[in-house]
Protein backbone atom coordinates (compact mmCIF):
# COMPACT_ATOMS: atom_id res chain seq x y z
CA UNK A 1 0.00 0.00 0.00
CA UNK A 2 1.22 3.48 -0.89
CA UNK A 3 2.64 4.96 2.21
CA UNK A 4 4.63 8.64 3.37
CA UNK A 5 7.13 8.32 5.99
CA UNK A 6 8.03 11.73 8.36
CA UNK A 7 11.09 10.19 10.37
CA UNK A 8 11.22 13.14 12.92
CA UNK A 9 8.45 13.52 14.85
CA UNK A 10 9.15 16.47 16.80
CA UNK A 11 12.34 18.46 16.29
CA UNK A 12 13.44 21.49 18.13
CA UNK A 13 15.84 24.10 16.30
CA UNK A 14 17.12 27.97 17.76
CA UNK A 15 16.84 31.19 15.84
CA UNK A 16 18.58 31.25 12.30
CA UNK A 17 19.45 27.29 12.40
CA UNK A 18 18.73 25.42 8.83
CA UNK A 19 16.06 22.85 8.40
CA UNK A 20 15.62 19.98 6.90
CA UNK A 21 12.68 17.69 7.66
CA UNK A 22 12.80 14.13 6.10
CA UNK A 23 10.10 12.73 3.60
CA UNK A 24 10.06 9.60 1.98
CA UNK A 25 6.91 7.88 0.22
CA UNK A 26 6.45 4.15 -1.36
CA UNK A 27 4.73 4.84 -4.35
CA UNK A 28 6.22 3.77 -7.81
CA UNK A 29 4.46 5.46 -10.25
CA UNK A 30 3.91 9.13 -11.25
CA UNK A 31 3.44 11.51 -7.95
CA UNK A 32 2.38 14.80 -7.02
CA UNK A 33 3.81 15.92 -4.47
CA UNK A 34 3.18 18.74 -1.62
CA UNK A 35 4.31 19.48 2.03
CA UNK A 36 1.33 21.89 3.84
CA UNK A 37 1.77 23.64 7.33
CA UNK A 38 -0.35 23.74 10.68
CA UNK A 39 0.50 27.19 12.50
CA UNK A 40 -0.44 27.37 15.92
CA UNK A 41 -4.48 27.86 16.09
CA UNK A 42 -4.57 28.27 12.19
CA UNK A 43 -5.96 25.93 9.34
CA UNK A 44 -3.43 23.69 7.58
CA UNK A 45 -2.41 25.39 4.11
CA UNK A 46 -0.89 24.52 1.47
CA UNK A 47 3.64 25.92 1.73
CA UNK A 48 4.91 24.22 -1.57
CA UNK A 49 3.94 21.90 -4.40
CA UNK A 50 5.74 19.63 -6.77
CA UNK A 51 3.76 18.13 -10.08
CA UNK A 52 6.92 17.80 -13.10
CA UNK A 53 9.68 20.12 -13.88
CA UNK A 54 12.49 21.85 -11.83
CA UNK A 55 12.76 18.98 -9.18
CA UNK A 56 13.84 21.56 -6.63
CA UNK A 57 10.85 24.12 -5.53
CA UNK A 58 10.05 27.12 -3.88
CA UNK A 59 7.47 27.80 -1.50
CA UNK A 60 6.77 30.45 1.02
CA UNK A 61 8.17 32.27 3.92
CA UNK A 62 11.44 31.09 2.54
CA UNK A 63 10.65 27.68 2.17
CA UNK A 64 12.26 25.01 -0.34
CA UNK A 65 11.57 21.28 -1.52
CA UNK A 66 13.53 19.03 -3.19
CA UNK A 67 12.39 15.50 -5.10
CA UNK A 68 15.10 13.04 -5.57
CA UNK A 69 13.14 10.15 -7.41
CA UNK A 70 15.60 7.87 -6.84
CA UNK A 71 15.88 8.13 -3.39
CA UNK A 72 11.85 8.32 -3.25
CA UNK A 73 12.30 11.48 -1.41
CA UNK A 74 10.68 15.30 -1.20
CA UNK A 75 12.75 16.91 1.91
CA UNK A 76 11.67 20.37 2.76
CA UNK A 77 14.19 23.17 3.54
CA UNK A 78 14.58 26.47 5.08
CA UNK A 79 18.19 27.85 5.32
CA UNK A 80 17.14 30.10 8.31
CA UNK A 81 14.51 29.42 10.88
CA UNK A 82 12.55 32.18 12.68
CA UNK A 83 10.91 31.55 15.49
CA UNK A 84 7.58 32.34 13.52
CA UNK A 85 7.88 28.83 11.60
CA UNK A 86 7.25 26.98 15.03
CA UNK A 87 4.18 24.95 13.33
CA UNK A 88 3.08 21.54 12.46
CA UNK A 89 4.81 19.98 9.04
CA UNK A 90 2.78 17.58 6.82
CA UNK A 91 4.51 15.63 3.52
CA UNK A 92 1.10 14.60 1.38
CA UNK A 93 1.66 12.93 -2.04
CA UNK A 94 -1.01 11.93 -4.75
CA UNK A 95 -1.27 8.31 -5.46
CA UNK A 96 -3.35 6.46 -7.94
CA UNK A 97 -5.50 4.01 -6.48
CA UNK A 98 -7.88 2.47 -9.26
CA UNK A 99 -9.54 4.68 -11.97
CA UNK A 100 -9.23 7.68 -8.77
CA UNK A 101 -6.63 9.49 -6.70
CA UNK A 102 -5.73 9.33 -3.63
CA UNK A 103 -3.77 12.21 -0.92
CA UNK A 104 -1.94 10.34 1.39
CA UNK A 105 -0.70 12.30 4.49
CA UNK A 106 2.31 12.07 6.70
CA UNK A 107 2.39 11.53 10.27
CA UNK A 108 3.59 15.09 10.79
CA UNK A 109 6.48 17.13 12.00
CA UNK A 110 5.41 18.85 15.26
CA UNK A 111 8.67 22.01 14.48
CA UNK A 112 9.27 24.20 17.44
CA UNK A 113 11.69 27.03 16.85
CA UNK A 114 13.07 28.65 19.92
CA UNK A 115 14.46 32.59 20.19
CA UNK B 1 -9.49 33.12 -1.53
CA UNK B 2 -10.65 30.09 -1.17
CA UNK B 3 -13.05 29.65 2.19
CA UNK B 4 -14.24 26.40 3.62
CA UNK B 5 -16.47 26.81 6.50
CA UNK B 6 -16.50 24.41 9.53
CA UNK B 7 -19.81 24.97 11.43
CA UNK B 8 -18.93 24.10 15.17
CA UNK B 9 -14.98 25.04 16.40
CA UNK B 10 -15.52 23.16 19.36
CA UNK B 11 -18.60 20.16 20.61
CA UNK B 12 -18.82 17.80 23.11
CA UNK B 13 -21.75 15.16 22.85
CA UNK B 14 -22.41 11.59 24.92
CA UNK B 15 -21.84 8.29 23.94
CA UNK B 16 -24.53 7.03 21.70
CA UNK B 17 -25.27 11.00 20.29
CA UNK B 18 -26.04 11.03 16.88
CA UNK B 19 -23.43 13.70 16.03
CA UNK B 20 -23.73 16.29 12.49
CA UNK B 21 -20.66 17.76 11.20
CA UNK B 22 -21.06 20.78 8.78
CA UNK B 23 -18.71 22.09 6.31
CA UNK B 24 -19.15 24.45 3.53
CA UNK B 25 -17.05 25.58 0.62
CA UNK B 26 -17.71 28.93 -1.35
CA UNK B 27 -15.41 27.97 -4.46
CA UNK B 28 -17.44 25.49 -6.64
CA UNK B 29 -15.12 22.96 -5.75
CA UNK B 30 -15.79 19.20 -7.23
CA UNK B 31 -14.32 17.69 -4.21
CA UNK B 32 -14.59 17.85 -0.69
CA UNK B 33 -12.77 15.50 2.52
CA UNK B 34 -13.33 14.51 5.92
CA UNK B 35 -10.10 13.70 7.98
CA UNK B 36 -9.58 13.63 11.50
CA UNK B 37 -6.65 14.43 12.76
CA UNK B 38 -4.65 12.71 15.95
CA UNK B 39 -1.41 13.19 17.65
CA UNK B 40 1.29 10.82 15.88
CA UNK B 41 -1.19 9.67 13.19
CA UNK B 42 -1.65 12.80 10.82
CA UNK B 43 -4.46 12.99 8.63
CA UNK B 44 -6.62 9.97 7.91
CA UNK B 45 -9.03 10.27 4.87
CA UNK B 46 -12.95 9.35 6.43
CA UNK B 47 -14.68 9.76 3.35
CA UNK B 48 -14.64 12.15 0.20
CA UNK B 49 -17.06 13.39 -2.09
CA UNK B 50 -16.12 13.89 -6.36
CA UNK B 51 -20.04 15.14 -6.95
CA UNK B 52 -23.15 15.49 -5.16
CA UNK B 53 -24.73 12.52 -4.20
CA UNK B 54 -21.03 10.52 -4.82
CA UNK B 55 -19.57 9.53 -1.94
CA UNK B 56 -16.36 7.55 -1.87
CA UNK B 57 -14.90 5.81 1.38
CA UNK B 58 -11.50 6.69 2.70
CA UNK B 59 -8.95 4.46 4.63
CA UNK B 60 -10.97 4.63 8.07
CA UNK B 61 -14.50 4.63 7.39
CA UNK B 62 -16.20 3.15 9.99
CA UNK B 63 -18.80 4.75 12.30
CA UNK B 64 -19.16 7.34 9.88
CA UNK B 65 -21.19 8.01 6.92
CA UNK B 66 -21.69 11.25 4.88
CA UNK B 67 -24.25 13.41 2.73
CA UNK B 68 -23.61 15.51 -0.43
CA UNK B 69 -26.97 16.95 -1.07
CA UNK B 70 -25.41 20.01 -2.61
CA UNK B 71 -22.03 20.47 -4.28
CA UNK B 72 -20.66 23.34 -1.69
CA UNK B 73 -22.22 20.96 1.43
CA UNK B 74 -20.33 18.08 2.66
CA UNK B 75 -22.08 16.67 5.55
CA UNK B 76 -20.09 14.05 8.23
CA UNK B 77 -22.37 12.14 10.27
CA UNK B 78 -21.61 9.82 13.24
CA UNK B 79 -24.65 7.77 13.73
CA UNK B 80 -24.03 6.55 17.28
CA UNK B 81 -20.67 8.75 18.87
CA UNK B 82 -17.85 6.62 20.36
CA UNK B 83 -15.33 8.18 22.99
CA UNK B 84 -12.91 6.35 20.18
CA UNK B 85 -14.05 9.73 17.80
CA UNK B 86 -12.37 11.96 19.82
CA UNK B 87 -10.45 13.93 17.52
CA UNK B 88 -9.74 16.60 15.45
CA UNK B 89 -12.05 16.89 12.48
CA UNK B 90 -11.17 18.65 9.02
CA UNK B 91 -12.75 19.50 6.16
CA UNK B 92 -11.08 20.40 2.67
CA UNK B 93 -12.31 20.73 -0.89
CA UNK B 94 -10.29 21.13 -3.86
CA UNK B 95 -11.24 21.45 -7.92
CA UNK B 96 -8.87 18.17 -8.90
CA UNK B 97 -8.42 14.91 -7.92
CA UNK B 98 -4.77 14.51 -9.46
CA UNK B 99 -3.49 17.85 -9.21
CA UNK B 100 -5.43 17.90 -5.85
CA UNK B 101 -4.92 21.10 -3.82
CA UNK B 102 -6.70 20.77 -0.88
CA UNK B 103 -7.80 24.05 1.16
CA UNK B 104 -8.52 23.11 4.34
CA UNK B 105 -11.44 24.56 6.86
CA UNK B 106 -10.14 25.35 11.10
CA UNK B 107 -11.33 21.87 12.20
CA UNK B 108 -13.96 20.72 14.74
CA UNK B 109 -12.60 19.66 17.78
CA UNK B 110 -14.85 16.74 19.16
CA UNK B 111 -15.09 15.19 22.16
CA UNK B 112 -17.44 11.80 23.24
CA UNK B 113 -17.83 11.50 26.93
Known amino acids: AQSVSQHNHHVILSEAASLELGCNYSYGGTVNLFWYVQYPGQHLQLLLK??????LVKGIKGFEAEFIKSKFSFNLRKPSVQWSDTAEYFCAVIAQMDSSYKLIFGSGTRLLVRP | DVKVTQSSRYLVKRTGEKVFLECVQD?????MFWYRQDPGLGLRLIYF???????EKGDIPEGYSVSREKKERFSLILESASTNQTSMYLC????????????FGAGTRLSVL
Open chain 2, 49 to 55: SYDVKMK
Open chain 1, 50 to 55: YFSGDP
Open chain 2, 27 to 31: MDHEN
Open chain 2, 92 to 103: ASSDSLLKNIQY
